[in-house]
């Protein structure tokens, strides 16, 4: 019995040795998230260290533990997989959720461990950080995106604008030439879309017909 014990505990010291190391590793890089979110190394080190602090936790039977880092796990890898820019907000509800992890760990390694109910509790107020630092996750996504979007308009409007300019001129076999190029490259924009690409050649066999005007194309 006594020789279960001190195995037990010594598993638990290894746990809690390296579990400081991974908090070390993701304080430093939330501490320099703008910087971090622009790579990809660091982000997937983060990402790891919450990770193994999930696995760790889940196989010694710390379910609190367990859920925080997986919390923090899940919101990386929003930071993994898209281009987001920091700000201060998002960086203090980072920092929030990883002091909730810091502290579970703290009190796993004092005197008197980690208690259930306790743990539970800590788990349960720490709800909110996680879903105010998810819902913002998502708010920075959607206007990421929504910008992106106005992006690729404002370069479909200036193509069009370019266009236009060619048919108000004389037709020749340069200028049908450059319009062709034009509608290439408004085919690029949305390479996925097929009847933005059917719209694009089509446009562009069309003006590579000299019977067509300009008058006519445009």
Partial sequence: MGGNYCGSTKILGYFIEEAKEHLETLETGLLELSAVVEDQERLNEMFRAAHSIKGGAAMLGYSSIQKIAHRLEDSFKILRENKITTDQKLESLFLKGYDVLQSLIEKLQGTFGLNPEEANKIVEEAEPFF???????TKILDNEDSSSNEDVFAQVRALLTEMLSLFQKKANTKS???LQKLCGQLGQLFPKVKSWQDL???????????????????
């Fill in 200 to 218: 694009t050649q089509t446009a562009s066999s069309a003006i590579g017909n000299p019977q067509h005007s300009y008058a006519t194309l445009a």
């Fill in 176 to 178: 049908r030439q450059s």
């Fill in 131 to 137: 879903k105010e630092l998810q819902a913002y996750l």
